[in-house]
């Protein structure tokens, strides 16, 4: 039986504040191995990356998610209890409450909100100096998410809600004053939610049939304050695709040849560029689940209860599966294998029954809409600024937030108004 190769465990910690998202791929990479053992807070960690490790690590007879994540993250991020937690029966009860509402109809009314708030914003941003596009699209997307999910939301509240979610998503991985941010966002927005989820049930509101907000508040399973957990789990990650719309803008001010393709209108291009900005850019580092039972796996030992992490930044470029993988190059989709294990900026498996992000499919619909009104419908200048993007902080966006100026629209039939929102 081979020993898993073993990191210390200050080195880890170490290693990993000082390379960030690179650093489980890095130190596989250097061991010419695609799993290592390690210690987090006194506790025995395998590490694994690759598209193998993902299928294994999406096998639920061998891994749960019970007790993986960790309270801070509950606290901040997810919600405690919520979905991401469950195994077996109770999450595919909760999953498919999920599902339910990614239905082609459902996902095709947010795209008609979304498309909406983004040519209001961008008459508005006509007569703006500059824009911080990573602050400008959370308000787009929490409006969005808000009117999707049936959440009532006064024009004078956006701000302070979207940078509540904003807040819940950048206190992921860190500890500190964003940690404390975080938490206090959480609190917010649960109370907020769970006032708005108490007038459906006492019967002062009726939300859109088939809304999200419909759909949780009425699912009896679940107390007050777990569906509004739910609904946030819902509503939130639509605003933090801000991340991802940052990212769109960073790869079409650096690679002006993909913007001059997708101002060719080309369907199959405008999905290669959205997957491409997924796989390339940085956004969820690891995930986290346990050993539910002893076994091997190519000779190697894994124990009960067992603390394993996923490497979702390094197979996503996994030299191994992707050519070059560290260019930035929308054509490589192209001939993609469309595996579910070795693409997984969302999570791996499927998404009906396994711990794949149920949300997916918005965030690519919302990633094209948004490339296809940067690209085609405004033109802009962008000056001078700081757009590194520091691989050491979790999560992560140019740390300009990416500014742009000398806005002018270049279709104006963004001043036709066509959905009530």
Known sequence: MPAIPYVNGLKFSLGFAREGYEYIYNTCHKYQTEIFKTNVLLNDVI????????KLFYDTT??????????????????????????AEKHKQRKAMFMSVMSPESISRFKAILSEHWRRYIIKWENTEKVVLFKEAQEILCK??????????PDREVRSRA??????VD???????RHWKGRAARSRTEEWITNIIQDVRQGKSTPFPGSPLSVVA??????????????????????????????????????????????????GYLENFTHEVRRYYPFGPITGARVKEDFEWKGYPFKKGTLVFLDIYGTNRDRRVWSNPSTFNPERF?????????????GGGGHMAGHRCAGEQITIETMKISTNYLANYIGYN??????????????????????????????YSLNETNVTV
């Not at 206190?171 to 500190?176: D, E, L, R, S």
Request: proline letters at 6%.
């Open 163 to 168: 940078d509540d979610f904003v807040g819940m």
């Open 218 to 267: 009425n699912a009896n399973e679940l107390n007050t304050h777990m569906a509004a957990v739910e609904l946030i789990n819902l509503t939130r990650p639509i605003v933090a695709i801000s991340y991802y719309i940052a990212f769109i803008a960073h790869a079409l001010y650096h690679h002006p040849e993909c913007h001059q393709s997708l101002l060719m209108h080309d369907e």
């Open 62 to 87: 061998k891994f749960e998610r019970r007790k993986a994540i960790p309270k801070p993250i509950q606290k901040t991020l997810l919600g405690e209890n919520g979905v991401q937690t469950l195994d």
């Open 144 to 153: 969005s998410a808000c009117a999707w999910a049936g959440v009532p939301l």
């Open 47 to 54: 590490c694994l990356t690759g598209e193998e490790a993902t």
């Open 171 to 177: 206190a992921f991985g860190t500890i500190g004053i």
């Open 334 to 346: 192209k001939v993609w294998n469309k595996s579910a294990f070795n693409f997984i900026p969302q």
């Open 382 to 411: 962008v000056p001078e600024q700081d757009m590194t993007i520091d691989l050491t902080r979790i999560p992560t966006y140019p740390k300009s937030g990416f500014i742009i100026d000398h806005i002018t629209v270049k279709d």
